[in-house]
T-cell receptor
Framework: EPEVTQTPSHQVTQMGQEVILRCVPISNHLYFYWYRQILGQKVEFLVSFYNNEISEKSEIFDDQFSVERPDGSNFTLKIRSTKLEDSAMYFC????????????FGEGSRLTVL | AQSVTQLDSQVPVFEEAPVELRCNYSSSVSVYLFWYVQYPNQGLQLLLKYLSGSTLVKGINGFEAEFNKSQTSFHLRKPSVHISDTAEYFCAVSGPSGGSYIPTFGRGTSLIVHP
């Protein structure tokens, strides 16, 4: 059964360091998403990506964040200079269509910023 | 803007007992509603969804949910839970809020089934 895969499962980094979280969406999906969940809080939308560009982003997704699809299979989230408050579980998701379509999620990447 | 409230952060229940996980949403327009489940060390997966039509929606693993527009609720129910239902459950809403169909999630409810 096709699935979304994410790496790494857990990353610990020092404040101010750059982090790249990687995702391989389901191959025939066209829409890609990043969400995050700070411990005990809501699952928050960060960004959606379609046709090789950002289609929507939330207020959380500031200049420190960027996404790209470098090679047609991977979908990456980069945090340029991590802050303590970036510590969270980051979920990648993909879907065939927006809105009514089901989102397929990866297992998440836990980021700990020290 | 749309939002989702899951009032219960944790729901403990004994095996074979019924359970209801509550979800309320706020939106000024028509919505689509979803319940996702996250088992330990796994990603979120879709349990069921309401798009239109019958307000009672049946999903996988014996779960069902009822859309109540007047109460802006979409509570999840199961008549008899199993140990394997222990997981985190997320309610989500999407709809044409400012032209966006990006799902908005609640904070989740942890269902703990005791033997």
């Amino acid at each position: 059964e096709p699935e979304v895969t994410q790496t790494p499962s857990h990353q610990v980094t020092q404040m101010g360091q750059e982090v790249i979280l990687r995702c391989v969406p389901i191959s025939n999906h066209l829409y890609f998403y990043w969400y995050r969940q700070i411990l005990g809080q809501k699952v928050e939308f960060l960004v959606s990506f379609y046709n090789n560009e950002i289609s929507e982003k939330s207020e959380i997704f500031d200049d420190q964040f960027s996404v790209e699809r470098p090679d047609g299979s991977n979908f990456t989230l980069k945090i340029r200079s991590t802050k303590l408050e970036d510590s969270a579980m980051y979920f990648c998701a993909s879907s065939e269509a927006p809105g009514v379509g089901e989102l397929f999620f990866g297992e998440g990447s836990r980021l700990t910023v020290l | 803007a749309q939002s989702v409230t899951q009032l219960d952060s944790q729901v403990p229940v004994f095996e074979e007992a019924p359970v209801e996980l509550r979800c309320n949403y706020s939106s000024s327009v028509s919505v689509y509603l979803f319940w996702y489940v996250q088992y330990p060390n796994q990603g979120l997966q879709l349990l069921l969804k309401y798009l239109s039509g019958s307000t009672l929606v049946k999903g996988i693993n014996g779960f069902e949910a009822e859309f109540n527009k007047s109460q802006t609720s979409f509570h999840l129910r199961k008549p008899s839970v199993h140990i394997s239902d222990t997981a985190e459950y997320f309610c989500a809403v999407s709809g044409p809020s400012g032209g966006s169909y990006i799902p908005t999630f609640g904070r989740g409810t942890s269902l703990i089934v005791h033997p």
